[in-house]
T-cell receptor, first 116, second 113 residues
Framework: DARVTQTPRDKVTEMGQEVTMRCQPI?????VFWYRQTMKQGLELLAYFRNRAPLDDSGMPKDRFSAEMPDATLATLKIQPSEPRDSAVYFCASGLGGTSGIDEQFFGPGTRLTVL | AQSVTQLGSHVSVSEGALVLLRCNYSSSVPPYLFWYVQYPNQGLQLLLKYTTGATLVKGINGFEAEFKKSETSFHLTKPSAHMSDAAEYFCAVNSGGYNKLIFGAGTRLAVHP
């Protein structure tokens, strides 16, 4: 049963610390998305990749957030330094990424980040 | 540009009653439309999608949605609600290729006995 995995599932840290979240997309998927979900803002797209290349990271605060795909099996989202307003659930999703736009996204279980 | 509006952030129904969750979209190209469900403490999962062809689409767990181009709507229905349907539901429209989606704000469905 192929699924997207995310680690850690929960992270509590103090303001100013670096946070790294990891995502393993489903094998064979070539698009990866990072979302942030909060009660106030709902589901926000932070960045997405196709064939490991960033296509759009306009939703991400550039000064503290960075997203990379070191290889096809790993995507990372890093926050440095973290702030209390970054507290949220961060989701990774992957998909087949065809140009038609009909493919679904498969979501991971999320990383719940709390910044004190 | 594409956008999605979900009418009603919270919907409450009795067990066994009809579920109707509303979604309207805006798209400059023929849309592909999706409904996702999020159960507590989980990621989103696909309920159903409309791409082309039949405008009434059936999904998992007894849900269905009808694409109405004239009304720019894609409302989600289920004839009889079950307690296990309590969740948050998101409508989404494709935004260009590479399966990037624009999500609505979500509707939280409560089912009471």
């Amino acid at each position: 049963d192929a699924r997207v995995t995310q680690t850690p599932r929960d992270k509590v840290t103090e303001m100013g610390q670096e946070v790294t979240m990891r995502c393993q997309p489903i094998l064979g998927h070539n698009t990866v998305f990072w979302y942030r979900q909060t009660m106030k803002q709902g589901l926000e797209l932070l960045a997405y990749f196709r064939n490991r290349a960033p296509l759009d990271d306009s939703g991400m605060p550039k000064d503290r957030f960075s997203a990379e795909m070191p290889d096809a099996t790993l995507a990372t989202l890093k926050i440095q330094p973290s702030e209390p307003r970054d507290s949220a659930v961060y989701f990774c999703a992957s998909g087949l990424g065809g140009t038609s736009g009909i493919d679904e996204q498969f979501f991971g279980p999320g990383t719940r980040l709390t910044v004190l | 540009a594409q956008s999605v509006t979900q009418l009603g952030s919270h919907v409450s129904v009795s067990e066994g009653a009809l579920v109707l969750l509303r979604c309207n979209y805006s798209s400059s190209v023929p849309p592909y439309l999706f409904w996702y469900v999020q159960y507590p403490n989980q990621g989103l999962q696909l309920l159903l999608k409309y791409t082309t062809g039949a405008t009434l689409v059936k999904g998992i767990n007894g849900f269905e949605a009808e694409f109405k181009k004239s009304e720019t709507s894609f409302h989600l229905t289920k004839p009889s609600a079950h307690m296990s349907d309590a969740a948050e539901y998101f409508c989404a429209v494709n935004s260009g290729g590479y399966n990037k989606l624009i999500f609505g704000a979500g509707t939280r469905l409560a089912v009471h006995p």
